[in-house]
């Protein structure tokens, strides 16, 4: 890890518009790379990049598109998202992604909601769009260049110039756990403000890296992978296939990485397989641990555990992250559900201090960041600056801030129930704030759990302690509410399942059939024992089932985000639950 330093002095960030700020960036920064591929087969400059997006929004000015209007966007990770989104931008139109799982019908749901009349779309996914009634789909390659060489009468500076504080910068659609998902209206005032609030917790050094890889359609994407590097000059390295972002950090060394709990799990899960074969290795591993753990609680470390861990460092550590590809990060963080301590834990270990982190849609994905030098584990860090908390009577979470959206689009009773006549957002969170200030997540707070006998319980804490005593467990989902005691639904995971397996002699890779298999349920058995041994007595799972196959981002139990759709999963699942509770 890289040492944080002052932050790279940006002209961009005083601007009144993210249409400004890329205009900014491209004067002070013409020559450095702005968006490119792993192997540079594309690589864009700024300036050449202000040159596809002019070319681009004179299309579209051809094509009708004008301030106001709404532009849907349905691409992955690559160069030309990044071109659309601001060529759009650039015309004051308000481009809005949909995630390339959605179905036919969500599509249209959300192309009408948003009264799309252009998409901008990859091949594939222009049969939706269409279908969804809009009258013009620019699809990649061929229509694309016969867009952006349509003649136009567009005045590119006049058009960014008229770009207000005010004006759409973009719609997010949430992901929709319990219903059809509501458009999160970010303007420009907005996400100025959490391009600011961001960047003074983690202090970016001049020419910073970062790989673009979520879906498009999600906050921490548009925020972290897209608005960021425009206004601080920093290099995207786009990174089409998700599976493959772990490959992705040794050959870009990013200065920041953000991603879902469930990437650093499944790294850790590799790195401990690959390291405890060592004796050495698991004793530097150990000693290294007790020292985080001291220095999270406050108490001195002993002289012999630090010189132990200062020769691992020399002899393992420094390897280990110039390895991953994160000895140049100054900056690595976790977000979008509970990271089990573990963890948080061994990547401390070994030098990379992985930090929870904690925003929304509602708040252009900021709210809460553990500074890189003061983490806290298991809370997600103290406000940003700008940043305005406190917990009503019930716990829940209230924000008050720039970052917050003006409202959710065509939806004025749900806008009155999330943001109250004295501006504080009710973000559904419950949460703890300590003395420091630090704010420590409890869970949704339509999620919890209040059992028969009255206990409240955070199923997303279970689920946390669960998935993190063992690497064969993909995914948790904990029932009871209402229930005698608590149960769980459990998924083994689609990569560690099949090679332990193998290692034990058990035949084929088939996650179905090795939910079936005795020998597997044991060693599933045998992990929820030890999450139970962490557990409070009501939380302890009392039965489980091993789930007959997986569960996949954007299909029935997961939305694209990884995060539980609990209703469905419940509904789906009913019998298999019942069942547990029989008797």
């Not at 969500?106 to 996914?125: H, N």
Request: one cysteine or more.
């Amino acid at each position: 890890m890289s040492t944080p330093t002052a932050a790279a002095s940006s002209r961009a960030v005083g601007a009144a518009t993210l249409a400004e700020a890329f205009r900014i960036t491209v004067e002070d920064h013409p020559d450095r790379a702005a968006v490119r591929t792993k192997d540079d087969e594309d690589s864009l400059t700024w300036s050449e990049l202000r040159d596809r997006v002019d070319a681009l929004a004179g299309g579209l000015h051809a094509l009708g598109v004008r301030r106001g209007d709404t532009v849907a966007l349905m691409i992955g990770n690559r160069p030309e998202f990044h071109i659309a989104d601001l060529a759009a931008m650039t015309l004051g139109a308000t481009p809005f992604s949909i995630y390339l799982t959605s179905s036919q019908e969500q599509i249209a749901y959300v192309v009408g909601d948003a009264k799309a009349r252009v998409a901008i779309a990859e091949e594939p996914y222009a049969p939706l769009l269409e279908a969804a009634g809009l009258k013009r789909v620019v699809t990649l390659g061929d229509d694309w260049a016969e867009v952006e060489t349509m003649e136009s009468d567009l005045d590119v500076e006049a058009a960014w110039r008229a770009v207000e504080p005010e004006d759409l910068t973009t719609l997010i659609y949430t992901s929709g756990t319990t219903g059809p998902p509501k458009g999160v209206q970010l303007v420009h005032r907005n996400v100025i403000a959490a391009v600011r609030a961001t960047e003074a917790l983690v202090r970016f050094p001049d020419a910073s890296k970062v790989i673009s890889w979520l879906p498009s359609a999600h906050v921490a994407e548009r925020m972290a992978h897209h608005y960021l590097p425009i206004a601080y000059a920093m290099t995207i390295t786009c990174c089409p296939n998700p599976r493959e972002v772990v490959g992705y950090l040794p050959a870009v060394k990013p200065t920041w990485f953000f991603a879902v709990p469930r990437i650093w799990e499944k790294l850790k899960a590799g790195m401990e397989a690959h390291l405890s074969a060592d004796e050495q290795n698991r004793v530097w591993l150990d000693a290294a641990a007790r020292k985080v753990e001291l220095e999270q609680a406050g108490e001195p470390v002993p002289e012999d555990l630090a010189a132990t861990v200062a020769e691992a460092e020399a002899q393992l550590f420094a390897g280990l992250r110039a390895m991953l590809g994160l000895d140049e990060a100054v900056s690595v963080n976790v977000g979008a559900a509970p990271t089990p301590r573990e963890v948080l834990v061994f990547f401390h270990s070994i030098g990379v201090p992985l930090a929870e982190l904690w925003g929304m849609s509602e708040t252009c994905g900021a709210g809460c960041c553990n500074p890189p030098d003061r983490v806290k584990i298991g809370t997600v860090g103290p406000p940003a600056p700008g940043v305005d908390l406190r917990l009503a009577d019930d716990g829940e979470l209230l924000m008050r801030s720039e970052v917050v959206m003006t409202g959710y689009r065509n939806l004025p009773d749900r806008t009155a129930e999330a943001l109250d006549a004295d501006g504080w957002l009710h973000t559904g969170d419950i949460a703890r704030i300590d003395e420091d200030g630090y704010v420590t997540i409890v869970d949704r707070k339509k999620e919890l759990i209040i059992s028969a006998g009255g206990k409240n319980m955070s199923p997303a804490n279970i689920e946390s302690t669960i998935k993190g005593a063992g690497p064969l467990i993909g995914q948790v989902c904990v029932i009871g509410d209402g229930r005698p005691f608590n149960t769980a639904l459990i998924v083994l995971d689609a990569d560690f399942a099949p090679a332990w397996a193998a290692q034990h002699g058990l035949e084929g890779s088939d996650l179905a059939a090795l939910a079936r298999a005795d020998e597997m349920r044991a060693a599933v058995q045998a992990g929820v024992d030890a999450a139970n041994a962490r557990l409070s007595r009501v939380e302890q799972i009392k039965k489980f089932t091993l789930v007959e196959g997986d569960w996949a981002p954007g299909g029935d139990e997961l939305t694209p985000t990884m995060k539980l759709k609990r209703r469905p999963i419940a509904a789906k699942y009913a019998d298999a639950i019942e069942e547990m509770y029989a008797g």
